[in-house]
């Protein structure tokens, strides 16, 4: 705490008792105490200020960035428009029908027939589960 010991804090505090008067010292601590009050506030508020405004540019930055490359989209689609009218069409009738269409279903992993093989020789070794020796009930 600025480098003083309870020895110099001591020491303070009484001459601020001897030249404030212990009548006006509350007054005293009051007014210290309402004062850091309101610098912390107004350093709270300048601090939120600055943040805001520096979002603010920041947020104004990327809208421009986004903007600039929304409108090279834009130019990029229409001149592959105008290259697609150009050439007649993107895909002529007879390269759409030779071109196979892929498959929704996902291929089975390589493994797995090598996995099937190995489930069923498992189940062709283990034995068969005991039979239960409680009595049956009337139903079964």
Do not use: N
């Not at 009051?30 to 709270?44: E, H, I, M, N, T």
């Not at 920041?58 to 989209?73: C, F, G, P, T, V």
Request: hydrophobic residues 40%; glycine residues 6%; charged residues 35%.
């Amino acid at each position: 705490m600025l480098g003083l010991g309870w020895g110099e804090i001591a020491l303070i505090a009484a001459l601020v008792l001897v030249f404030v008067g212990p009548a006006d010292l509350p007054k005293l601590l009051r007014f210290l105490g309402r004062s850091y009050g309101k610098l912390r506030r107004a350093s709270d508020d300048l601090r939120r200020t600055f943040t805001l405004e520096v979002d603010k540019v920041d947020a104004e930055a990327r809208a421009e960035e986004i903007q600039r490359r929304r409108e090279a989209l834009l130019a990029r689609r229409k001149e592959e428009a105008e290259r697609i009218k150009k050439d007649g069409g993107a895909f002529p009738r007879a390269e759409r029908s030779a071109t196979p269409t892929p498959s929704t279903e996902p291929e089975p992993p390589e493994h797995t027939a090598a996995a099937e093989a190995a489930l069923d020789k498992l189940k062709q070794k283990a034995p068969a589960p005991p039979e239960s020796d409680a009595p049956k009930s009337e139903g079964e």
